[in-house]
């Protein structure tokens, strides 16, 4: 994400930055920004509204469908924890329109269960008493747009089963309001969602359900200090309550709904997010992946490398080495620590596992580029990437940004011929201001190194 936000800066729109994640193979992320997209168009815009609804479904959808691969890949080789991790994210992100993907995730459930018959092994105890760890909760829904003219009521039916069973029931006995709540935060309005989940949290000031959608849809919406008091008040009521202590424990970490904030945390907000994480592990083992990989996110915030080295190795032996995103993290920290080769080797275990996922081998790419190291192997991967996706013909910004790759990777390998001709290629094209600009500056470049015959 930081690539492309420096490539394409500030001018970029959010359908731009869907399209631009759709790229790199982030679906999920490419659903937030349509999402977004959707929030900012008028209504009269129609046509807009179709062509950006379509992509956030077209988004979702293939998240979805690769989530759930993962987690049939899981049970058939008896990773159960990330099974369970992996079904809870695909609940959190079904719509009103995806009947099909929750009978899926129904039967994978059932598969889970009785694979879970016979208990697993626990995972590792977790983080000593020097402090627990913990790192990011997954990011935000991206959902679909709803229908504007369904009823609230039949609309919570469908969605609701997103819900744990227990949550489900208790939603349907409180207050209107919450529904209606979780519905327009299931639709993508925000606004409308903090409205009706703050009157269904004075309806049920004892209610640790509402407390903590509350909170969570105000980290969405960037206040941090509310929805920590939020995530507080839910964890008082019920400890059980697991958004709460992922939402509060990244609050205080120094990361958020969206992302890692610029600022880093101060020790005693660290230190409290780690103990709640660590509380979390030893009171919810099914979940006990993702505390440990929240933990690493917290200790990189925090700046504290090589405890973030210890649990990213304690994840991947936990259940985490057959999930690529535990291995792409993994890399990034062991990069923090200037451990190259092995991140590089880690990078190269996420593409692996990944199969044909854009994202991995983007992220590969920008490390063997940042490094000099592995551009060979990358610069294969980003060629096969943009042979499929001139097979897929995919949007005009799809291509820039692989072929921008491409381009520079060939640079970095000395290849200065071939890169200013795929620069001409992209400024043909007329790319976004920051790829036209960087271009021109890669021509100069290697148009000085072969005049002059420098390596």
Not at 313 to 328: I, K, V
Request: aromatic share 6%; charged share 30%.
């Amino acid at each position: 994400m930081g690539f492309l936000k420096r490539l394409f800066g500030s001018a970029r729109d959010p359908e731009a930055d869907g399209d631009a994640a759709l790229a790199r193979g982030d679906d999920l992320d490419a659903a937030r920004q349509f999402r977004a997209a959707l929030r900012a168009l008028p209504a009269a815009e129609t046509a807009a509204r179709a062509r950006v609804t379509a992509k956030l479904t077209d988004a979702r959808g293939r998240f979805l469908a690769a989530k759930l691969a993962e987690v049939e890949r899981w049970l058939d080789d008896d990773v159960l924890e990330a099974a369970a991790e992996g079904l809870a994210i695909a609940r959190e992100h079904v719509t009103a329109e995806d009947a099909a993907v929750r009978d899926r995730i129904e039967s994978l459930a059932a598969r889970l269960r009785a694979a879970e018959a016979e208990p697993p092994p626990p995972p590792p105890a977790g983080p000593t008493d020097r402090e627990a760890a913990a790192d990011l909760a997954p990011p935000a829904a991206a959902p679909a747009a709803l229908p504007a003219d369904a009823d609230t009521e039949s609309l919570f039916e469908q969605l609701a089963g997103v819900l744990a069973p227990a949550d489900r029931a208790r939603a349907a006995e409180l207050d209107p309001a919450f529904r209606a709540g979780f519905v327009a935060q299931q639709g993508g309005d925000l606004a409308a969602a903090v409205e009706q989940f703050d009157r269904a949290r004075q309806a049920h000031p004892n209610e640790p359900l509402v407390w903590e959608h509350w909170g969570a849809v105000l980290d969405l919406v960037d206040r941090d200090r509310e929805a920590a008091d939020a995530y507080r008040t839910a964890l008082d009521q019920d400890p059980q309550r697991a958004q709460a202590r992922l939402g509060l424990a990244s609050i205080l970490g120094g990361l958020s709904a969206e992302g890692t904030r610029a600022a880093r945390p101060a020790p005693d907000e660290t230190h409290a997010a780690l103990r709640l994480l660590q509380e979390g592990l030893e009171q919810d083992r099914p979940r006990g992946l993702l505390y440990l990989a929240t933990a690493i996110d917290v200790l990189m915030a925090a700046g504290r490398s090589a405890e973030a080295a210890e649990q990213s190795e304690q994840l991947l032996a936990a259940g985490g080495e057959r999930m690529p995103d535990a291995w792409a993290q993994y890399a990034r920290v062991l990069e923090a620590q200037e451990r190259l080769d092995e991140a590089r080797a880690a990078h190269e275990k996420a593409v692996q596992l990944s199969g044909q996922a854009m994202a991995p081998r983007a992220e590969f790419a920008e490390f063997a580029l940042r490094h000099k190291l592995g551009l060979e192997k990358a610069q294969e991967l980003i060629f096969d990437t943009c042979l499929g996706c001139q097979a897929s013909r995919p949007d005009e910004q799809t291509l820039a940004y692989y072929g921008f790759l491409l381009t520079r990777i060939q640079f970095a390998r000395s290849d200065y011929q071939g890169a200013i001709e795929g620069a001409q290629r992209l400024l043909a094209q007329e790319p976004p201001a920051g790829v036209a600009a960087e271009m021109r500056a890669l021509i100069a470049a290697a148009r000085d190194a072969l005049s002059g015959g420098t390596e």
